[in-house]
């Protein structure tokens, strides 16, 4: 399964990984002359890195199944659109409404009663600065390279944040 993964990262249009509503994999390929599938050297130090950690997928509501004090918790939702037009959130079968970021908060605030470290990237609106208000709220530069317009690719703002200092 690992190997199929890559094999769609490095293959599929820019390396977006997509399902459809019945939760099948719906990218188209890349347009890659030579694409470098196989990269031990970036495989073996992601691995060394990665030691000791615990990689969950799934529904972020079962981070609360096994987080605990003082462990660190990463949230990559799907982001809130950053207009009406924009708001193509259907990286899942579910989708991921206001509702669901609405759910991740309250997520984040029992994580953060336990002592445990969170931090969420989201996109800079006013909806997930008033969610996450009291919180530390830093807005750094992202690349982009995924648009149906080219010309909007680049670096975009969006928002990390967090429960600690």
Do not use: H
């Amino acid at each position: 399964r690992a190997a199929r993964l890559i094999y769609l990262n490095k293959t599929c249009f820019n390396g977006l990984y997509r399902v459809n509503s019945k939760g099948q994999f719906n990218v188209p390929f890349g347009s890659y002359s030579d694409p470098t599938i196989l990269d031990a050297e970036n495989l073996r130090a992601s691995s060394k890195a990665l030691k000791g950690a615990v990689i969950q997928s799934g529904n972020f509501e079962q981070v609360l199944e096994i987080a605990e004090k003082g462990d660190f918790v990463y949230f990559d939702p799907p982001y809130a659109p950053l207009s009406e037009t924009a708001d193509f959130t259907a990286y899942s079968k579910e989708g991921f409404d206001d509702a669901a970021q609405e759910m991740l908060l309250l997520v984040c605030l029992q994580l953060n009663q336990r002592g445990v470290k969170w931090m969420v990237s989201n996109s800079n609106t006013p909806i997930i600065r008033e969610l996450y208000r009291g919180f530390t709220i830093e807005a750094v530069g992202a690349s982009r390279a995924i648009n149906s317009k080219a010309s909007k690719r680049g670096t975009v703002v969006e928002l990390l944040v967090r429960n600690y200092a």
